[in-house]
Structure formats: structure tokens, C-alpha cells
């Protein structure tokens, strides 16, 4: 799949710009608000599949986390983190899936940069049925875990035989709805100072689309790499669900759509 194509797609979702958004589509509607036209048509992508496996509740608790399925969007991604440079922004509802939580965790080990934005009390039950945990918990525990990696990595950089030895920000934001900033009426000269000035195609959302929930679903890694598709950050999606991503191999895209989904999202 090359730029022509995903531009197509933009543009069907750019169609309903031009009337109301529905609250369904917002992601859509954010995608369609990036300018892609200036792209080379030879702008490298790559279809990332993610077959569907067979579902076991008593793996969910006794083996929830072993055999990561090695399918094309699951190995990317590993992958990618595990080769990072510089950073790595996820945007996902949901993030419960220890392997990729650990594979974070060696990223910040080795001076990454991670930043994250969840949704905050959503699909509660299905995350238990699908994965035995919920992500405010994995969160809570991500948070403690960062605190005990900063404070051995401190220590150890009081041994001169280690040299410089830097953990890397971990930021980690839950969606809230009340940020968003949406078309009130007024003048873009008129919003408080510090306000983040949107992409044109965004003025058109209004209060009434206003979106309530985080269901956006993308990784940008170095701000070279942009992961897009249907996966969550959690076990059904890494282990159970049939799930499908493109990466785009673009600084350009990375740039356009991060600072849009920073905008919107957190």
C-alpha cells in the first residue's frame, strides 16, 4: 500500500467534514484533517496483519502472557520498540499486555523517551474477561515500577566503571474530555495564551462532537515511524483478536499526526 492509497481514504473520511461529525467517526475525522498531498507517492508504508487466535479463559489467568502470537503487526511492533532511538508515543484505550509493557520498560532502561495516552474506565469487564487485569492497574504498577527503575539506575551511576547511565521520561496522561479543544465560536485569537492553534480541518469540530472517550489507536517511534490500525494495547488484540495495522515510514506523517492527536488527545 503506498500514500495514493491511504490519501484516498483520507479523503473519503474528509467528506464529513463538510457536515456534522458523528462521535463514531471522530478518529476518522482527525485523520482526514492532516494534509498528506505533499507527500512523494513513493513514501514507503507496510500492511502489518494480525490473524485471529482462538480464545481460552483459563489461559487469561494461568498463562496470560506467554507465546506472544508472531504475527506481521505483533513483530513490528516489538520490533520497533526494542530498536528505538529516541522515543515512543502510543496513543490506545487500553493497555494491558505485560510483554509490551516490558518490552517499554527496556526501552526506558536504555534512555527512550515513552509517552502514553489511555482512556480512563472504559470496556472495565472486557478487559477483565480478555486479559485479568484493567489498564488503571497496569498503569498504577507502571508508574511504581518507573519510581524503582529511576532509583537503581541512580545507584548505579554512582559507580564510575558504569559511566552515564540515563532512564528515559516516562509520561503517562489519561484522556480527559474537558481538554479537548473544540470550535466554540470564538476567534483562535480570542482562546487563553498557550492554546495549541489546530490544523484548519479540525476548527470544524464542535461541543456536539466533542469526543468523550479515547479510542485512537496509534505508535510513533524516533518520529520516524507511524503505526495506524485497529489494535488496542491489550491482550485481545496482541493475543486473540484479528486486528490490522499499516506503518508509515514518514517524518512528515509522524509530525502531522502526532501534533494533531497531542491537540485532540493529550
Given at each position: 500500500?503506498?500514500?495514493?492509497?491511504?490519501m484516498g481514504m483520507a479523503?473519503?473520511?474528509?467528506r464529513?467534514?463538510?457536515?456534522?461529525i458523528?462521535?463514531?467517526?471522530?478518529?476518522?475525522s482527525?485523520?482526514?484533517?492532516?494534509?498528506?498531498?505533499?507527500?512523494?507517492?513513493?513514501t514507503?508504508?507496510?500492511?502489518?496483519?494480525h490473524?485471529?487466535?482462538?480464545?481460552?479463559?483459563?489461559?487469561?489467568?494461568f498463562?496470560?502472557?506467554?507465546?506472544?502470537?508472531?504475527?506481521p503487526?505483533?513483530t513490528?511492533l516489538l520490533?520497533r520498540?526494542s530498536?528505538?532511538?529516541?522515543s515512543?508515543?502510543?496513543?490506545?484505550p487500553?493497555?494491558?499486555?505485560?510483554?509490551?509493557?516490558?518490552?517499554?520498560?527496556?526501552?526506558?532502561?536504555?534512555?527512550i523517551n515513552?509517552?502514553?495516552?489511555?482512556?480512563?474506565?472504559?470496556?472495565?469487564l472486557e478487559?477483565?474477561?480478555?486479559?485479568?487485569?484493567?489498564?488503571?492497574?497496569?498503569?498504577?504498577k507502571m508508574?511504581?515500577?518507573y519510581r524503582?527503575?529511576?532509583?537503581?539506575?541512580?545507584?548505579k551511576?554512582?559507580?564510575?566503571?558504569?559511566g552515564?547511565?540515563?532512564v528515559?521520561?516516562?509520561?503517562i496522561?489519561?484522556f480527559?474530555?474537558?481538554?479537548?479543544l473544540?470550535?466554540?465560536?470564538?476567534?483562535a485569537?480570542?482562546?487563553?495564551?498557550g492554546?495549541?492553534?489546530?490544523?484548519?480541518g479540525?476548527?470544524?469540530?464542535?461541543?456536539?462532537s466533542?469526543p468523550?472517550?479515547?479510542?485512537?489507536k496509534m505508535?510513533?517511534i524516533d518520529?520516524?515511524?507511524t503505526?495506524l490500525?485497529?489494535?488496542?494495547?491489550?491482550?485481545?488484540?496482541w493475543?486473540?483478536?484479528?486486528?490490522?495495522?499499516?506503518?508509515?515510514?514518514?517524518?512528515?506523517?509522524?509530525?502531522?499526526?502526532?501534533e494533531?492527536?497531542?491537540?485532540?488527545?493529550?
Amino acid at each position: 500500500m503506498g500514500i495514493p492509497e491511504i490519501m484516498g481514504m483520507a479523503e473519503m473520511a474528509g467528506r464529513s467534514l463538510q457536515g456534522p461529525i458523528e462521535m463514531g467517526n471522530i478518529d476518522a475525522s482527525l485523520l482526514a484533517s492532516v494534509d498528506l498531498s505533499h507527500l512523494p507517492p513513493n513514501t514507503e508504508t507496510l500492511l502489518l496483519p494480525h490473524t485471529h487466535s482462538s480464545y481460552s479463559p483459563f489461559s487469561v489467568f494461568f498463562h496470560p502472557n506467554t507465546n506472544t502470537p508472531s504475527t506481521p503487526l505483533n513483530t513490528f511492533l516489538l520490533s520497533r520498540i526494542s530498536t528505538a532511538k529516541s522515543s515512543i508515543t502510543i496513543y490506545t484505550p487500553n493497555l494491558t499486555y505485560t510483554p509490551l509493557i516490558n518490552a517499554l520498560f527496556e526501552a526506558l532502561s536504555r534512555g527512550i523517551n515513552v509517552r502514553i495516552t489511555v482512556s480512563k474506565k472504559l470496556m472495565i469487564l472486557e478487559q477483565i474477561v480478555t486479559a485479568g487485569t484493567v489498564t488503571e492497574w497496569e498503569i498504577w504498577k507502571m508508574r511504581r515500577r518507573y519510581r524503582k527503575l529511576r532509583t537503581r539506575l541512580r545507584k548505579k551511576t554512582e559507580d564510575l566503571e558504569t559511566g552515564n547511565t540515563r532512564v528515559g521520561n516516562l509520561d503517562i496522561i489519561y484522556f480527559d474530555p474537558a481538554n479537548v479543544l473544540v470550535n466554540d465560536g470564538n476567534d483562535a485569537n480570542e482562546r487563553s495564551e498557550g492554546a495549541v492553534h489546530v490544523a484548519a480541518g479540525l476548527e470544524s469540530i464542535g461541543k456536539e462532537s466533542r469526543p468523550v472517550k479515547l479510542h485512537l489507536k496509534m505508535t510513533i517511534i524516533d518520529g520516524e515511524i507511524t503505526v495506524l490500525g485497529s489494535g488496542n494495547m491489550d491482550r485481545a488484540s496482541w493475543v486473540t483478536s484479528q486486528e490490522l495495522g499499516v506503518a508509515i515510514f514518514s517524518e512528515q506523517v509522524s509530525r502531522s499526526l502526532g501534533e494533531v492527536a497531542k491537540t485532540v488527545y493529550g
